[in-house]
C-alpha cells in the first residue's frame, strides 16, 4: 500500500469502489464522481485521500499487483521445489486468479491501453508488474534447466500472456490449461 496515502475507512472504500469500477468498465469510463458515490463518501473525500485521480488509479493498479504477487507466492509455495511443478502452478494460479477476481481480462494490460504516457503514475505500476512477472518465468525456466532460461521465459510470458487474453475475451477453450501444457513442453 502506499504509504503516503491516508489510509482512513473511507479511503480504503474509495479503492475497494475504484477497483471494482476500473476493472469492470474501464479507467475512462469512470469519473470520480462514479467513484465516490459508489464508495458513499464525497469527491472532497475522495481527493482529500488520492489527491487526484490518477494516483487513485495508480493506488488500485498497486493494490491488485499487490494482491496478485501475494495470492501467485502462495501457489508457488504449495507446489514444492519441484521446478515443472512449480511452472504448471503458475497457470493454474492464474486461472484460479481469473475465476475468483473477474474474467475480463488482466487488469494492468486494460490499464496500459488507456493510459500508455510513461509518464502517467499508474504507467509504472503496469510495466512494473510485467516485468516481476517476466524474470518470475526466467527464474522457474533457468531452475527447470533449459539451456536459454532468457528465451524459455519470454515464450512462457508470451502463453500466460495469450492466456490471460483467451480467458479475457472468451476466445479459446480452457486457456490456462493449454497453455501449462504448452509450457511443459519448453521445459527440459
Known amino acids: 500500500m502506499d504509504e503516503s496515502i491516508d489510509w482512513t475507512p473511507k479511503a480504503r472504500a474509495v ?20 467513484v465516490a ?28 499487483d499487490r494482491r496478485w504477487d501475494a495470492f501467485l507466492t502462495e501457489r508457488l509455495a504449495s507446489a514444492g521445489p519441484a521446478p ?8 493454474t494460479a492464474a486461472q484460479d486468479w481469473a475465476d475468483e477476481e ?28 510485467k516485468r516481476r512477472m517476466f524474470a518470475l518465468l526466467t527464474d522457474l525456466a533457468a531452475a527447470a534447466g ?24 472468451r476466445t479459446v477453450p480452457r486457456p490456462f490449461a493449454r497453455a501449462a501444457t504448452a509450457a511443459a513442453e519448453l521445459l527440459p
Open 84 to 91: 515443472r511443478a512449480r511452472v504448471a502452478a503458475f497457470f
Open 102 to 129: 473477474g474474467g475480463r481480462g488482466c487488469a494492468m494490460v486494460n490499464a496500459h491501453a488507456e493510459l500508455s504516457d510513461p509518464d502517467h503514475p499508474a504507467y509504472a505500476v503496469v510495466v512494473g508488474q
Open 37 to 64: 458515490a459508489a464508495a458513499g463518501v464525497t469527491k472532497k473525500t475522495l481527493y482529500d485521500r488520492f489527491g487526484s485521480k490518477d494516483r487513485l488509479v495508480a493506488a488500485y493498479l498497486a493494490d491488485r
Open 15 to 34: 479503492l475497494e469502489a475504484a477497483s471494482r469500477l476500473f476493472y469492470e468498465r474501464g479507467i475512462h469510463a469512470v469519473g470520480v464522481d462514479a
Open 146 to 169: 533449459a539451456d536459454d532460461p532468457g528465451a524459455v521465459g519470454e515464450l512462457l510470458m508470451l502463453l500466460h500472456e495469450g492466456a490471460v487474453t483467451a480467458a479475457g475475451m
